[in-house]
Nanobody, 115 residues
């Protein structure tokens, strides 16, 4: 079993920054993909950013240039540095890990961007 635990959400003003962190634990040999998704009220869950075990990254168009994803393979952690936050970034953010042909999810952390 694999467990993902997120931290770092909260309330921030427009233009501010937040850093989300996620640690995977359990029966882990190698995590192919790690990423962050988000889900706003009334909307579908969407990919924000992902990163492979070799460091290749993918970003949603809406966050390019503002968000940066990084990971530490030795610690099985993935971080999301979010800058220039906008009210439309408000959502529950979920950590995701893909390994053994399965997707694993964290419990989610709320990010609210509001003045």
């Amino acid at each position: 079993q694999v467990r993902l635990v997120e931290s770092g959400g909260g309330l921030v003003q427009p233009g501010g920054s937040l850093r989300l962190s996620c640690e995977a634990s359990g029966n882990i040999f190698r995590i192919n993909f790690m990423g962050w998704y988000r889900q706003a009220p009334g909307k579908q869950r969407e990919l924000v950013a992902s990163i492979t075990d070799s460091g290749s990254t993918t970003y949603a168009d809406s966050v390019k240039g503002r968000f940066t994803i990084s990971r530490d393979n030795a610690k099985n952690t993935v971080d999301l540095q979010m800058s220039s936050l906008k009210p439309e970034d408000t959502a529950v953010y979920f950590c995701n890990a893909y390994l053994y042909g399965l997707n694993f999810w964290g419990q989610g952390t709320q990010v609210t961007v509001s003045s």
